[in-house]
């Protein structure tokens, strides 16, 4: 318990702005001025000084902002749009709107919680600054200049170099009316023997249109299905949704990026291993209003340095899964209420390998009729051999609009059970990768079961009724994990 506090103290240091305990870890709770244990490691507990609001904005409240929020909240920034905060003056104007998003824990965002280990980067804040937060917005003063400068944000961690730049050739802009539209542009590094990623970075061009994306590294089997769909579809890249919407098992899951996300390092000594021939797809999450600008983003790659003798340890993505059976509520009836017209439909929408609704059950061993739905909520869990063997690097999780929480857990039931990543209140918006500060070892003999919950009063009244299952649209849902590992070589 003590090593891990340290280290979660001294990667508060070391890490990216916004650092925190999190409120809802026991280990946040315990009281600040702790006991020192006569004789024991004095120095060893740096504890933070509990934040009091007395009329002192530029003491208490500032320093709070300039940590935790400037880094998206300036000019520039990804959040800047909806709320500037530039200048103390503009915190003041935004008082009641930031008190409602910091009590609600939805600002700064990072949805991870509950029962999860400690995570690199941590951005919660303590409870201790959220109530300081609260008393100040009672009143809003601010005891300097409103023109007094809001500082940055500490920088986050950045690619040690870029070797590969890829844009596009050619800018994608969606249609008018369309708030969510999803895109698959193909990324093609051009790497002609293997080589290892130390890391990578998606930038995004036109950042209010850009809402999030997925990256997926592709096997050059599916070169030609890539090139296909390109010039299938009007404009540049393809219409997707869920996945690249090519040959699934030449696809693996490389990185979800949402406003504010760091680039994705991976730990020295290790790299994410690109064949001959591999790309990326790149799926873009765009939401436009009135302007359609057209958006040319770009991936970044950092090539790893290649040992004189032996490789690199090869980093594993390995994908979980767990059916997805949202059925029609009460009060709700249509055709499509039937599972076996929903699925259909979707299947005519995607195409089969669109549609993993039954695929996912055959895997999990259930049958759709094992789900119902209690008090509009569905959920479903499914364990499966964790596959992997090394140190777990990152874990993220994935649903659609519907979620309500995601829960991931390693040998769930035996006497080492560790939660691995825990989601309280899913966030469609914030789909992170989350690193944990401890070292966390997975065997292929390992167990990993993931628990997805789905809100069905999220759904859209506007649209048709219908059973809710795993496919690749929007409307539709999944419950999806990936734990990325670091394989020894050799
Ligand atoms: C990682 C980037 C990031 C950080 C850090 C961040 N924000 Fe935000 N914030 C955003 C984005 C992006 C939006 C736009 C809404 C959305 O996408 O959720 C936003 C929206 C908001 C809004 C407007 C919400 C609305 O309903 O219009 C407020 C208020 C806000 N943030 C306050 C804060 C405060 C206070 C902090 C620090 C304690 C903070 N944010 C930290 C990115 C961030």
């Known amino acids: 318990m003590i090593v891990a506090r340290v280290l979660v103290v001294v990667l508060a240091i070391l890490m990216v702005a916004g650092c925190g305990d999190g409120g809802d870890e026991p280990e946040a709770e315990a009281p600040a001025t702790a006991e020192t ?166 930038v995004p061009e036109r950042t209010e249109v850009v809402h999030h994306a997925i990256a997926y590294r592709m096997d050059a089997s599916a070169r030609a299905q890539a090139e296909k769909a390109e010039a299938a579809a009007p404009g540049a890249g393809w219409p997707c949704f869920g996945s690249s919407g090519l040959d699934p098992t030449a696809e693996t899951f490389a990185l979800g990026w949402a406003p504010g996300q760091s680039p994705t390092l991976f730990p020295e000594g290790s790299g994410l291993p690109i064949a001959a021939g591999d790309f990326f797809v790149v799926q873009v999450h765009y939401h436009y209003d009135d302007d359609r600008p057209e958006d040319r983003s770009s991936l970044k790659l950092d090539l790893a340095e290649q040992p004189e003798t032996g490789a690199l340890d090869d980093i594993v993505v390995t994908e979980f899964v767990a059916p997805a059976e949202i059925p029609c509520g009460e009060g709700e009836s249509g055709p499509l209420c039937d599972r076996d017209a929903a699925l259909a439909a979707a299947r005519k929408k995607y195409g089969p390998e669109g549609v993993q609704a039954n695929e996912t059950n055959i895997f999990c061993g259930t049958e759709p009729e094992d789900y119902a739905l209690v008090d509009g909520v569905a959920s479903s869990r499914c364990g499966l051999p964790a596959r992997a063997e090394g140190d777990i690097v990152s874990v993220f999780g994935h649903e659609h609009e519907l979620g309500k929480s995601f829960r991931m857990v390693l040998n769930e039931g035996s006497a080492d059970e560790k939660v691995l990543l825990d989601i309280p209140r899913w966030d469609f918006d914030w789909q992170l990768n989350y690193v944990p500060v401890e070292k966390i070892q997975v065997k292929p003999s390992d167990r990993i079961t993931i628990e997805c919950s789905w809100d069905r009063g999220l759904r859209d009244p506007a649209l048709e009724p219908a059973y809710v299952l795993w496919a690749d649209g929007s409307d539709d849902e999944m419950c999806f994990a990936t734990v990325v590992t670091r394989e020894r070589s050799g």
């Open 37 to 202: 244990t006569p004789g024991s490691e004095p120095a060893s507990e740096p504890e933070f000084e509990p934040v009091v609001y007395k009329d002192d904005f530029a003491a208490s409240i500032k320093p709070i902002i300039e940590e935790s929020c400037s880094g998206c909240h300036l000019p520039g920034g990804p959040g800047a749009s909806h709320v500037s905060m530039a200048t103390a003056g503009e915190v003041r104007d935004a008082a009641p709107l930031i008190a409602a998003q910091v009590s609600a824990a939805a600002m700064p965002p990072w949805p991870a919680g509950g029962d999860s280990p400690p995570f690199l980067g941590d951005r919660r804040l303590r409870e201790d600054q959220i109530r300081a937060i609260v008393d100040w917005s009672r009143t809003g003063t601010i005891n300097v200049p409103a023109k007094t400068p809001i500082a940055p944000g500490q920088p986050v961690a950045a690619l040690a170099e870029v070797d590969i730049e890829i844009t596009p050739a050619e800018g994608y802009a969606g249609s008018p009316g369309e708030v969510d539209h999803y895109r698959c542009q193909m990324y093609d590094p051009g790497v002609t023997e293997r080589t290892w990623l130390q890391g990578f970075e998606f």
